[in-house]
């Protein structure tokens, strides 16, 4: 494979579940219209409130809405669900194709109101074959980990999949500082990365919004970018995985790693 057209896909949060999944389906049609081979929607697309109590009825719901999306679409889709593990409730990252699953990534470092809520971290991380190109996916904060891009590298990874949800701050003193997280991320990793971010205005008491920020970048800097923070968008990038081989064939960093000068990050 060398060349993937992708979508992030920046799209409102709605007060209701058919609202969300009307919105999905269409920004879907819109990307697979505009000639995409995957879309990625934002984390907790979804949501009309908290985490349940009981994710097990949502998340039937959600795996069902990935397969028959990725159906009608045409398109690789991915995104997130919520299910219940053995130790609490799991944020999956998910891609789905043609009706099946071809990935799917525990959330690592879930927040601190997911965690409240029961959503506990996974520890494995997995890459897989999405339209012929190895993907993985860092699920909202885990981006700001570079160690987790890393792994997803050495695991093979040219494609990093970012759904997130963040907080909008009405003052923001490291708002660019976080955008350029997401060119670093691609650096480090070798790799294209696609975000996905849903919005919402904040309420009459500037609390309660979610700003979309969605961008899709590369190792030499961003390809696709957001316009507003609060504006339907459906984001299209042309992949070029040959410019990254060259790239990748250049980049010194890779063959001088030393894992074991970085025995300190497993101990901290």
């Known amino acids: 494979m ?12 709605g007060a209701t579940w058919d609202a969300n999944a009307a919105t999905a389906r269409s920004m879907l049609s819109r990307a697979r219209d505009a000639g995409a081979d995957l879309a990625l929607l934002p984390e907790y697309w979804f949501a009309t409130g908290p985490p349940p109590a009981d994710p097990a009825p949502l998340g039937r719901a959600l795996r069902a809405f990935y397969e028959e999306a990725s159906h009608a ?18 944020n999956r990252g998910v891609v789905y194709d043609a009706g099946r699953p071809l990935l799917e990534q525990e959330k690592a470092h879930p927040m601190p109101r997911e965690a409240a809520s029961g959503v506990v971290g996974g520890d494995a991380w997995r890459v897989a074959p999405v339209r012929g190109v190895e993907t993985g ?17 050495v695991m093979g990874a040219r494609l990093l999949l970012n759904p997130v949800m963040s907080p909008w701050r009405a003052v923001d003193n ?16 070798g790799a294209f990365l696609v975000k996905a971010g849903g919005f919402r205005r904040a309420g009459a008491d500037g609390q309660g919004g979610i700003a979309g920020r969605s961008l899709v970048t590369a190792p030499w800097g961003a390809l696709a970018h957001y316009r507003d923070d609060f504006e339907e968008e459906v984001l299209v990038a042309d992949l070029d995985f040959a410019r990254l081989d060259e790239f990748r064939k250049h980049q010194a960093t890779f063959p001088a790693r030393r894992p074991s000068a970085y025995q300190e990050l497993v101990r901290g």
């Open 137 to 153: 996916m860092l699920v909202c904060a885990d981006v700001l980990y570079p160690e987790a891009a890393r792994i997803l590298q």
């Open 174 to 189: 490291t708002r660019e500082a976080r955008e350029a997280i997401f060119i670093a991320r691609a650096y480090d990793a």
């Open 2 to 13: 060398d060349r993937l057209r992708v979508a992030a896909l920046q799209m409102p949060h």
């Open 73 to 90: 679409s045409g398109l690789a889709v991915a995104g997130n669900l919520l299910e219940p593990g053995p130790a609490g409730t799991l």
